[in-house]
């Protein structure tokens, strides 16, 4: 059974900081490459940070380059999304992306940056 989910969302002030974790289970998490969307209410699905399978190669949006940094540790089956230095614009739900010979999608977890 795949699974695909996600933690680590919350309020924080701007400026702020949160790290989201995504657990996989169910699949050849080191034979996926993993990525991180986001959805703010009315608008569409983006991405924000992508990792190769291995960890060699990442890459983001430019509105979280130098902000956000993504990490995983496939010993765990765990991917990371390190967010510093917040922003109101940051607010939305975070999905977690699983792509290889299928494609999986966690739940979300909400992120509200807000004073």
């Known amino acids: 059974q795949v699974q695909v989910v996600e933690s680590g969302g919350g309020l924080v002030q701007p400026g702020g900081s949160l790290r989201l974790s995504c657990a996989a289970s169910?699949?050849?998490?080191?034979?996926?490459?993993m990525s991180w969307y986001r959805q703010a209410p009315g608008k569409e699905r983006d991405v924000v940070a992508r990792i190769s399978s291995t960890g060699g190669s990442t890459s983001y949006a430019d509105s979280v380059k130098g902000r956000f940094t993504v990490s995983r540790d496939n010993a765990k089956n765990t991917v990371y999304l390190q967010m510093n230095s917040l922003k109101p614009e940051d607010t939305a739900v975070y999905y977690c992306n699983a792509r290889g010979v299928r494609e999986y999608w966690g739940q979300g977890t909400q992120v509200t940056v807000s004073s």
């Open positions: 169910g699949f050849s998490f080191a034979s996926y490459s």
